[in-house]
């Protein structure tokens, strides 16, 4: 088992920037590739970026590529998200995920182990 907890969600205007963080506890992180997904109000569940075990291959979603940025810590058995240039569309709950296949992540298959979710209000 894998227990995954966001954290960094609130309030940001438009334009500005806001850093998630994703602390896995359980098994061994750097086992498993990690991705952040995001639900609008109303709307389906959507892939937003994913980072493999080593931190070496990125993936973005064209709706953030050049505005968000996925980094890894595995001594902290943490993944952030660095959301740059926030535009109101961007307003969602974020959640982690993780799995062993960054494919199941980066496809939106189903993936392992899911966190409870962040929310992010953009305002303009």
């Known amino acids: 088992q894998v227990q995954l907890v966001e954290s960094g969600g609130g309030l940001v205007q438009a334009g500005g920037s806001l850093s998630l963080s994703c602390a896995a506890s359980g098994r061994t992180f750097s086992n498993y590739a990690v991705g952040w997904f995001r639900q609008a109000p109303g709307k389906e569940r959507e892939f937003v970026a994913v980072?493999?075990?080593?931190?070496?291959?990125?993936y973005y979603a064209d709706s953030v590529k050049g505005r968000f940025s996925i980094s890894r810590d595995n001594a902290k058995n943490t993944v952030y998200l660095q959301m740059n240039s926030l535009k109101f569309e961007d307003t969602a709950v974020y959640y982690c995920?993780?799995?062993?296949?960054?494919?199941?992540?980066?496809?939106?298959?189903?993936?392992?182990?899911w966190g409870k979710g962040t929310p992010v209000t953009v305002f303009s």
């Open positions: 995920a993780a799995d062993f296949s960054i494919a199941t992540i980066q496809s939106s298959g189903a993936v392992d182990y």
């Open positions: 980072i493999n075990q080593s931190g070496g291959y990125r």
